[in-house]
């Protein structure tokens, strides 16, 4: 088995990682950092996303395993003192019903940025925002290629299903199942008055739509991308919509989105 392994820096990521290399050479894996079927991600959720943007290009034909090494990460399910027992399952050995890992998809989000000064384009794991820098951001929504509303706020979050539970949550949005193929638009704190209205909810977008997002006047904006941010000063739209592919997660036991949910926010 062709892997590789990404750690948050800290000492006991660092020390698993050099665990994990240790035992998966005794089981003849071969580290591969241009090419490999797993990827090892072992810190928290921001070494996951770190390590699904370092493997951007090669997303289609990798799966991602995550390792937390502080709380219960919703990318990472196995725990500091279990990278024995999970090389195990990764070589067939141990349960002989879960000796193949199942390959679960979740979507994604793609973005097109147009700018002035040319195009660019993204693939979020969580979500991507557009916020003003100087202030409110003033920005027209379309949603297939029809006029939505006029926005005017700090900003807009659009995330991924497995990305609802992250910043989405934190702006009122709903959490979304990742087996639904579905993206979500939720405001960050709209202004809304007389004059200046939005919809005020959150809302989910299927498969094959697509929202556009044009900035309505000259502005700084920021976009983040899941952990990276970018500054734009001549923006003229985003467009965004569910990817074409998905990011596959090896799964040796089960890790149920709803149990996630439950354990990380009710405890
Ligand atoms: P960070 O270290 O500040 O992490 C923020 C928190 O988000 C961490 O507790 C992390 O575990 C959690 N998180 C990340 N992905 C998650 C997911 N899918 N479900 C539930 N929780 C999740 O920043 P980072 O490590 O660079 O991570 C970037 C992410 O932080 C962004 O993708 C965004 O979702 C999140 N974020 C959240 C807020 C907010 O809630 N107000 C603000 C900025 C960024």
Known sequence: ?????????????????????????????????????????????????????????????????????????????????????????????GDPKIMKPRIVKYPLVQLEIHKKSGTASFIALNEFTLKGVDGTLVAQVDINDVTFEMFRGDGICISTPSGSTAYNKSVGG?????????????????????????????????KHHHCDIFSSKDQRLLLTVDHNNFQIDDLISVRCQVAEQKVSFARYRPFPFWNRVRDAFLG
């Open 174 to 206: 709903a959490m979304v199942h990742p087996s639904i193929d579905a993206l979500q638009i939720a405001e960050i704190a709209s202004i809304n008055n007389r004059i200046f209205r939005t919809l005020g909810s959150p809302l989910l977008l299927p």
């Open 1 to 93: 088995m062709r892997y590789y392994v990404l750690d948050r820096g800290d000492p006991l990521s660092v020390e698993l990682s050099q665990q994990f290399h240790k035992l998966a050479e005794q089981r003849g894996f071969e580290l591969d950092a241009e090419s490999p079927e797993i990827v090892v991600s072992i810190g928290g959720d921001g070494t996951m996303l770190h390590a699904f943007h370092t493997f951007i290009d090669r997303i289609p034909d990798l799966a991602f395993v995550g390792v937390h090494t502080g709380h219960l990460g919703f990318y990472a399910d196995w725990k500091a003192d279990e990278i024995p027992k999970l090389i195990d399952l990764m070589c067939g050995i």
